[in-house]
Nanobody, 126 residues
């Protein structure tokens, strides 16, 4: 099982980036898919997650600091999850990691995610 994250880069404050995370090895349609980030000198923090809520329905969760600016989505046919980041701020600068975790786990607890991508750097200049 492998997760590969890409789409990071350097952007000016107020700009946008879209991160993608492609999963391979098995399907994750009923798993929690999340994005975490880690800034230099800080602990890894939860950013967003999308969780199966039954049938074809999914529910998205966000940390307060990105609500209204970031959108998480998933495309199960491609086994891919996305993070659309708008109105970026310098404080969003970090390495962003995608992760897949069991449905029964907590969506915002990194310990409940079993598979992790390699991380992609996002740098927002002021």
């Amino acid at each position: 099982v492998q997760l590969q994250a890409f789409g990071g880069g350097l952007v000016q404050a107020g700009g946008s980036l879209r991160l993608s995370c492609a999963a391979s090895g098995r399907t994750f349609s009923n798993d929690n898919m999340g994005w975490f980030r880690q800034a230099p000198g800080k602990e890894r923090e939860f950013v967003a997650a999308i969780r199966w809520s039954g049938g074809s329905m999914y529910y998205a969760y966000y940390v307060d600091s990105v609500k209204g600016r970031f959108i998480i989505s998933r495309e199960n046919a491609k086994n891919t999850v996305y993070l659309q980041m708008n109105s970026l701020k310098p404080e969003d600068t970090a390495v962003y990691y995608c992760a897949a975790g069991r449905y029964s786990g907590s969506y915002n607890n990194a310990r409940d995610y079993d598979y992790w991508g390699q991380g992609t750097q996002v740098t927002v200049s002021s």
